[in-house]
């Protein structure tokens, strides 16, 4: 059973534009919500994270929405650059236990920013 | 300062052969995790390790996988008896102590079992 369902599962954007990826999850026990963004042949890194007591985080061009209730994220990606083309991988875990490096990720969304 | 280092990043084995994976985490870094992405899927938790210790390997398959973080050296993932659904994106991650924000992900190694 999935856990985090994640779309689109590919998307394509003009240089410029909006960026926009979400990802629902299941479990209520999670607390940790990180994306994360992979190029092609490397491991994939953080890029922006958020916890529940909040419902919106921003670092730079990269925004987090978050709806509790709704048991859903959003990763928002403005002014969309070339650059930004790889896979992103929306993630929950659950600190119970500290246990919250068990990750579960979603199946990624590939983007692809044209020139 | 290097990052977490995994070798080999490619490994083709037949079925029935071992498939010895290392990782070596980033200087400082004594927590190593392994995780595993399958074709077309997100990646998926397998096992927690701390310097000779097994902390978690709830994710781990029962039978033919192994893991170890000797006190010296790599940690090792072992593949007993690979079978065609072995073939994955095996990525390990490391950190200082707990997962944080300064837990990073090596490039992984790809298996390939034929």
């Known amino acids: 059973q999935q856990q985090v369902k994640q779309s689109p599962q590919s998307l394509i954007v003009q240089k410029g534009g909006i960026s926009i990826i979400n990802c629902a999850y299941e479990?209520?026990?999670?607390?940790?919500f990180p994306w994360y963004q992979q190029f092609p042949g490397k491991g994939p890194a953080l890029l922006i994270a958020?916890?529940?007591?909040?419902s919106e985080k921003k670092e730079g061009r990269f925004t987090i929405s978050f709806n509790k209730s709704a048991k859903q994220f959003s990763l928002h990606i403005m002014d969309s650059q070339p650059g930004d083309s790889a896979t992103y991988f929306c993630?929950?875990?659950?600190?119970?236990?500290?246990?919250?490096?068990?990750?579960?990720f979603g199946k990624g969304t590939l983007l692809t920013v044209n020139p | 300062n290097a990052g977490v280092m995994q070798n080999p990043r490619h490994l083709v084995r037949r079925r029935g052969q071992e498939a010895r994976l290392r990782c070596s985490p980033m200087k400082g870094h004594s927590h190593v995790y392994w995780y595993r992405q399958l074709p077309e899927e997100g990646l998926k938790f397998m096992v927690y390790l701390q310097k000779e210790n097994i902390i978690d390997e709830s994710g781990m398959p029962k039978e033919r996988f192994s893991a170890e973080f000797p006190k010296e050296g790599p940690s090792i993932l072992r593949i007993q008896q690979v079978v065609r659904g072995d073939s994955a994106a095996y990525f390990c991650?490391?950190?200082?102590?707990?997962?944080?924000?300064?837990?990073?992900f090596g490039q992984g190694t790809r298996l390939t079992v034929v």
């Open positions: 993630a929950a875990s659950a600190n119970s236990g500290g246990s919250n490096y068990k990750l579960t």
């Open positions: 958020i916890r529940p007591d909040v």
């Open positions: 991650a490391s950190s200082p102590q707990g997962w944080s924000t300064e837990a990073f």
């Open positions: 479990n209520t026990a999670f607390d940790y």
